[in-house]
């Protein structure tokens, strides 16, 4: 059994072999892109490594057209091969009350099994949906072929759902048949608005002097960035696996967030609240002193509504996944994807999670705890020990 297979390879050529590469889906790309031969090649190697009964499950998911089942099965792959290279025995769907977590970790130094949930996080339902207009957009434009590359800047809040792309290629023809090539050395930009559609399209001038789909590069409208998606997923995968506080094993929920841009900062606002300034002050209103707090809107900070008892106290920690392609030093590089992880502990776990387990490893603490609070830190923030395997 393998996962990128001849005859499967075949039938998605056939299938997309005139399609755009901005509506292809990853799994796709993934399969027939000569740069990402590496990364095929270790998927490959890591799936063969599985035991036989997960095999068709993962198989089926990875080669998912929807990249919430294939980057779900995909950081399977990863953290089990990522456990056991530090050392650790890793089984797939051990069976609990609920339901199948997707990983159990023992052995080595650890007292207590282990559960780990994966999480992948994706962005929120309207941007990616906005981000699939714009996706429609520069393939319909990637159709002219031109002497010059063009660049998109779409400032529409609110792409809209029909689009004339016969007026819109007709006017980006025009415009850049305007130009000579032989003479036009410096970038120029126009802007296209009609109706709700709000574009500035940059000429680039290009050598050699051939004609060539114009697409150059593209940039997405700004927008405000929120962390609803990643405290839904949170909530969601706190809730499923309600036994583990009677079993009385470390539950860890694994965090891959694929294309949302809530960051560190988000993700701690979102387990321990977020940060407000406490001013002091005379009994005549001037400020004496500031000091930093959290709120307690945190996933697992204790609420005066509770009596000031912590909330989520059956997740141990959150394991933060980090996910990045590496550049390439020449244009037929094959890509190299690399994988950092950190790790936040809750300080009220019922059932901690032994920081053994990451050690080396980023990890966000109890530095120091009294009775007016507990104080958190990171350890070994800057520690890099990438994951390539």
């Known amino acids: 059994m393998k996962v990128f297979e001849e005859s499967w390879i075949k039938s998605l050529e056939k299938r997309y072999d005139l399609t755009s590469k901005y509506t292809t889906p990853f799994i796709v790309r993934l399969a027939l892109d000569p740069i990402v031969s590496k990364e095929r090649a270790k998927i490959e190697k890591w799936f063969q490594t599985l035991p ?3 095999k068709p499950d993962i198989l089926g ?4 057209k929807n990249s919430h089942q294939h980057f779900g099965a995909y950081y399977e792959l990863v953290l089990y091969q990522f456990f056991k290279s530090i050392g650790y025995s890793v089984s797939i769907h051990p069976k609990l009350k609920e339901g199948e977590p997707d990983l159990l970790v023992t052995g080595k130094n650890l007292e207590k099994p282990t559960i780990i949930e994966i999480a992948t996080v994706f962005d929120d339902p309207d941007w990616t949906k906005a981000e699939q207009k714009v996706d429609m957009i520069l393939d319909r ?3 002219i072929k ?3 590359f063009v660049s998109i800047m779409v400032h529409s809040e609110h792409i809209p759902e029909k689009i004339d792309y016969k007026r819109l290629i007709q006017f980006v023809e025009k415009w850049l048949d305007s130009f000579d090539p032989n003479t036009t050395h410096t970038i120029q930009e126009t802007e296209y608005e009609v ?5 500035t399209l940059s000429l680039i001038p290009k050598k050699p002097k051939q004609k060539d789909p114009i697409v150059g590069g593209h940039m997405l409208p700004a927008r405000f960035v929120g962390t609803t998606q990643l405290r839904r997923m949170l909530e969601k995968k706190i809730k499923k696996y309600k036994s583990v506080k009677d079993l009385k094993l470390p539950f860890i929920i694994a965090l891959t967030m694929i294309d949302m841009p809530a960051g560190e900062t988000g993700l701690l606002n979102e387990l321990f609240g977020k940060v407000v300034v406490i001013i002091k002050r005379t009994p005549n209103g001037d400020p004496v002193s500031t000091e930093d707090r959290r709120d307690f809107s945190g996933l697992f900070t204790p609420k005066p509504g509770l009596e000031g008892k912590p909330q989520n106290t059956r997740l141990s920690a959150v394991l933060i996944t980090r996910s990045r392609w590496l550049e390439r030093g020449r ?3 094959p890509a190299k994807r690399l994988h ?6 809750n300080p009220w776990a019922c059932n901690p999670s032994d920081h053994k387990i990451f050690e080396g490893y980023p990890q966000f603490v109890t530095i120091s705890e009294d009775k007016t609070g507990i104080n958190l830190g990171w350890i070994n923030k800057e520690a890099e020990k990438p994951f390539d395997c």
């Open 52 to 54: 036989e009964d997960v």
């Open 331 to 333: 244009e037929n590089e």
């Open 141 to 143: 434009l990637n159709s």
């Open 340 to 345: 950092n992880f950190g790790v936040i502990y």
């Open 146 to 148: 031109h002497y010059f």
């Open 195 to 199: 109706d709700e559609l709000k574009l």
């Open 61 to 64: 998911r990875l080669r998912d």
